[in-house]
């Protein structure tokens, strides 16, 4: 494995995209392996994936995967780019309005997560940024190119942005909603007693609520986004 030396004296991996291309010619592609990985990880969650599992599936020995990675993980890092991909908008996709544009992103990254629930996790597990994800990013950053603000502040708005969606669709998963804070749920009952004897009336107000009295997920989704760009701009405006 390629390394340097790293400020606290000991060594990192050089990104895999930077080291050179294999020299002879490999049984399966780097498409390949990435394919077969987030294959797993769709059936079996991100913990089943591994060297041996992602070999077996591709019908090779293990090491004929170090052709093109050093470690697992190179994989994670190589899935995290891929899905960055996907998020990826085509250039007649943006639109003069920037809030529109960020929209868009933000959809296509909750649908990404919720295809692939285990892309929340894999961000922790990602040891550096790969080709796609920086497209990814500069495609965010070009949204913001008719206003008048610092790169900073622009890539402020990104993250905020990417951390509303992020968190939407994981309490989504989850389904964190009010069926599963006990509205109309087997769970109701309990939650009932609880609030009433520690007086929490402001919650027992919610239960008098339907669950169709709420908003869907995408509702939901959508209106949230727009609080938080509209919010954006509001504070943009007063500066």
């Known amino acids: 494995m390629e390394q340097h030396e790293s400020g606290e004296g000991g060594s990192v991996s050089t990104p895999i ?83 529109e544009s960020l929209t868009r992103v933000a959809r296509r990254e909750r649908a990404l997560i919720k295809q692939h629930p285990w892309a929340t996790e894999l961000v922790g597990r990602r040891t550096s940024v790969g080709p796609k994800v920086l497209l990814q990013v500069e495609q965010s950053l070009k949204a913001l190119d008719g206003l008048d603000i610092s790169p900073a502040t622009a890539m402020q708005i990104v993250k905020a942005v990417d951390q509303y969606t992020t968190g939407f669709v994981l309490r989504e998963i989850l389904s964190y909603s009010p069926e599963a804070f006990g509205l109309g749920s087997p769970e109701g009952t309990y939650v009932r007693e609880a609030a009433t004897l520690a007086g929490h009336s402001r919650i027992l107000k919610l239960l008098d609520h339907s669950p169709s009295d709420f908003p869907d997920n995408d509702t939901s989704f959508e209106m949230g986004l727009r609080w938080l760009l509209e919010g954006i701009a509001q504070d943009l405006a007063a500066r």
């Open 17 to 99: 995209w930077a080291r050179p291309a294999p020299q002879r010619r490999p049984s399966v592609s780097r498409d390949d392996i990435v394919s077969a990985a987030m294959d797993l990880a769709n059936e079996e969650g991100l913990d089943s994936v591994s060297m041996r599992r992602v070999a077996a599936r591709l019908g090779i020995g293990p090491m004929a995967l170090y052709t093109h990675i050093d470690t697992k993980n190179d994989l994670f890092d190589l899935m995290a780019d891929a899905l960055a991909g996907e998020i990826v908008l085509d250039d007649a996709e943006f639109t003069a309005d920037w809030r």
